[in-house]
């Protein structure tokens, strides 16, 4: 057809933007039977998600796979509750057209098992609106078969989202086979053994399904009927599910129909044989389509919310135009199921997080950032506008740290036990499900995740605007019941002691809409401080909201300021759960020799079933621990192990933390060291973990700072807008240092004129001490300068007062060296 692919050249496109060459430009690929397997990995390196062609995932076995315990999820899908008397918009409807989402985390390759120290990662946080998970990729160049790679399926299933892996067979065009179609249907006797290890590899990671995008063409109705038949072989079996693209036909032609018809409807129900659980139509529906598409799912015995009406937002995200009254008529019944292709637009289209938030609220819950408030007349109004949120929170325990899964630094009960950036989604609490809904009488608070303090993990929920009356922040839609030894904790931090004005608020299942409170309490100090209030009264009850409400009635406040670092609903005490055990290094690799090595490790799960998640860390000489990673599963990669100095051997704990957010006692073990540490002067900042003030793009981060590279172009740069400008960089351990080196503008080819001007270098050795100067230069118009000292610090800081000779605004740091021993 005279037609473009949209899934397929978005795919193409994706891919070229990842650094990674599409299939249209790739050389021919080789036949299934002669396609390399990915290299087997080394004993310590970094583990990645599992891709195949359909020949080679027939040799693919957890058992010899060195990777496939590292990319387990340990998170059941959890139930979903939704009451449509407390849906945020008169308009969005419960129980009507839902969801699914395609999105593309990484490339098909070198996708990092959990998580990676790159704190700029698509952390999707709207999970209350989406009922599948697509986890997008693919190509004829690394492999068309992709499973999901264990933190999405984590965060997914804690929120009640199922998620499914890709087979994507391309068109000749962009390197497809249809010898390859053929390998996956391949049979022996009366088995489909391609199907056998979709099912295998769902079943052992933990995932729900498997999305067919099958664009080959030059098949013929055998082909389809083959098709069919490992789906519907697939489909009895059950516990793993097929969505089917709306591309190939019965005919075995790809022609895509915009539509359900009799050319397509085999592929999702045949007679009494359900083919798959839900179709994407592609991207050109059309009202009377969408109409005839409703009609003949009904004849079938399906429910026209199995289809799911694609629109493509890649290019454009929220300005991309949609025909919302065909899909979602007003005082009608949805028409079909919405199907959304790569909403991670909101993160590749952003300069920086801030900017990341708002694109992704703007999305989401429309222009306003208010799900209760969306203009319908707009061409984006938001999807909260049309579908109901529904919450995963219906058991206890109930515990929220707002941690989004990614972050500059990580606290561990309020105390900083790691910095640098991160993003890891297993970690991910399942966020408010109304992002932000506010009542007041007056002026409306600010909710905000704030990464510049935490509790727990690396943000917060902040509160802060002018107080004038009392404001009502409804945060999660809930079916908790409540027991006699019931409590409901807060963790709040406050700017000065005293009064936090603040209450807890919740409403119950026999009166959803009206809010009981209970008072929090005044702080004693400045910190983090836990307040537990008791439920009991209310014991045979079952909480339906909880919200927090902030007391105005005492008089105004134009600079109200709060952070709450937990909500928690229990019952009985914190549980300390039992210890893991068997602590061991499967494998370790050096990175730099003598001074930095990379780490598998595995331990023994803890019983009881009551582990949300295992806590590494590393101890220090002086006592102190340092946080390392952190996964639900039982195996864990730790990227980056430092010397220091010249101790003989490092010793790691593993803890459980519990589902209510004790920890268990360690499990131990020494890992050591080869050989002596480098003699002399090295730059110990490199590759270090670094935070800053803030990045004036995506890509312009802080550890472009510490990467060891000024040639890489205008990007190879940290670089940023913010009044204040700083860049702290940890070195793991108080290292005796001699020198600094900054490379400015100039030493990454840009203009002498962007060279920083006035700049001072401070250090500290713990998070609790002062900083310490230990350079300051005004007037500087060098390229590079050298600034010798003689200190011992672990944390080094460089603060920019003067970021160019002339006034344009911006830092550009290329490289911030700390040379030392």
Request: net charge negative; hydrophobic share 35%.
């Amino acid at each position: 057809m005279s037609r473009r692919l949209p899934l397929l050249l978005s795919a193409a496109l994706a891919t070229a933007a990842l650094g990674v060459v599409p299939a249209a430009q790739a050389a021919p690929a080789a036949p299934a039977a002669t396609v390399p397997a990915p290299p087997a990995a080394a004993a310590g390196n970094q583990p990645y998600a599992s891709y195949w062609y359909p020949g080679t995932i027939l040799d693919w076995d957890p058992a010899t796979d060195p990777d496939a315990r590292f990319n387990r999820s340990r998170v059941p899908l959890q139930p979903r509750t939704s009451d449509p008397s407390l849906a945020a918009n008169p308009n969005a409807r419960a129980g009507e057209g839902k969801i699914a989402s395609l999105v593309s985390f990484a490339p098909t390759s070198n996708n990092p098992s959990q998580g990676s120290a790159d704190p700029n990662y698509y952390a999707f946080g709207y999970w209350q609106y989406v009922d599948k998970l697509v986890f997008w990729g693919g190509s004829a160049g690394e492999g068309l078969i992709l499973a999901p790679n264990p933190t999405v399926i984590d965060a997914a299933h804690r929120n009640g989202v199922k998620v499914y892996g890709t087979v994507f067979f391309p068109p000749a065009a962009y390197g497809g086979r249809l010898q390859w179609v053929r390998d996956f249907v391949q049979k022996s006797g009366d088995h489909y053994p391609v199907a056998d290890k979709l099912v295998q590899a769902a079943q052992y990671y933990g995932f729900d399904g498997w999305f067919i995008n099958q664009e080959t063409g030059g098949g013929d109705s055998g082909l389809a009927s083959e098709v069919r038949n490992l789906m519907q072989y697939t489909e009895a079996k059950r516990g793993t599910e097929f969505m089917w693209y709306d591309a190939m036909t019965t005919s075995g032609a790809v022609d895509w129909q915009n539509a359900l018809t009799s050319a397509n409807s085999p592929f999702l129900q045949a007679g009494p044989k359900r083919t798959s659980d839900s179709m994407f139509l592609n991207f050109g529906w059309t009202a009377p389509g969408l109409d005839s598409s409703r009609t003949l799912a009904h004849q079938l015995g399906r429910s026209e919310y199995d289809l799911y009406s694609g629109i493509d937002t890649e290019a454009n995200g929220y300005n991309t135009s949609v025909d919302w009254d065909t899909l979602f008529p007003a005082g009608r019944p949805h028409t079909t199921s919405l199907g959304l292709y790569r909403p991670e637009w909101t993160w590749k289209a952003a300069t920086d997080r801030a900017d990341f938030y708002a694109k992704d609220a703007r999305y989401w819950v429309g222009a306003n950032g208010d799900p209760s408030n969306t203009d319908l007349s707009g061409s984006w109004p938001g999807l909260a506008g049309y579908v109901a949120e529904s919450s995963p929170i219906t058991a206890k325990p109930f515990v929220t740290n707002f941690d989004t899964g990614q972050g500059d630094f990580y606290n561990a009960a309020g105390t900083r036990v790691a910095t640098g950036g991160w993003n890891n989604l297993s970690l991910q609490d399942v966020p408010p499900t109304y992002r932000w809904v506010v009542d007041s009488g007056g002026s409306k608070l600010s909710p905000s995740i704030d990464f510049t303090d935490s509790y727990q993990g690396g943000s917060s929920l902040r509160l802060s605007g002018t107080l004038d009356s009392t404001n009502t922040v409804r945060l999660y839609q809930t079916s908790l019941p409540v027991a006699a030894d019931t409590g409901l904790d807060l963790v709040v931090k406050t700017p000065a002691a005293g009064p936090t004005r603040l209450k807890a608020a919740v409403s119950f299942t026999d009166t959803p809409g009206s809010f009981t409170t209970v008072d929090v309490g005044a702080n004693a100090g400045t910190g983090w401080e836990r307040h537990t209030l008791d439920l009991s009264p209310y014991a045979g009850r079952t909480i339906s909201q909880l919200a927090l409400q902030v007391d105005g009635s005492s008089g105004p406040d134009p600079a109200y300021d709060l952070r709450v670092g937990q909500v928690a609903v229990h019952d009985g005490s914190v549980e300390k759960p039992a210890a893991p055990g068997g602590l061991t290094v499967l494998g370790a690799s050096e990175v730099t020799a003598g001074a930095v090595q990379s780490l598998r490790l595995s331990w023994t799960a803890a019983p009881g079933g009551n582990v949300h998640h295992y806590e590494v860390y590393r101890r220090n000489a002086d006592g102190s621990r340092t946080f390392l990673g952190a996964t639900p599963n039982d195996a864990y990669f730790v990227g980056r192990l430092d010397r220091a100095g010249g101790e003989a051997g490092t010793t790691l704990d593993v803890e459980a933390v519990s589902t209510t957010y004790g920890h268990s006692d360690v499990a131990s073990t020494v890992v050591g060291w080869n050989g002596t540490p480098p003699s002399g002067s090295t730059n110990l900042a490199l590759n270090r973990p670094a935070t800053a003030s803030g990045q004036c793009n995506a890509n312009e981060g802080p550890a472009k700072a510490v990467n060891g590279s000024v040639g890489g172009g205008t990007g190879d740069k940290w670089c940023t807008l913010t009044t204040a400008k700083w860049l702290e960089v940890d070195l793991g351990s108080a290292r005796k240092l001699d020198r600094f080196v900054v490379e400015h503008a100039q030493a990454g080819g840009e203009s002498a004129s962007y060279n920083t001007r006035d700049f001072s270098i401070q250090v500290r050795s713990k998070t609790t001490d002062p900083w310490t100067t230990v350079a300051t230069v005004t007037g500087n118009t060098a390229g590079t300068t050298s600034h010798p000292v003689n200190t011992t610090a672990r944390y080094v800081r460089l603060v920019v007062t003067k970021p160019t000779q002339t006034a344009d605004p911006a830092a550009r740091i290329y490289e911030f060296e700390a040379w030392g021993q």
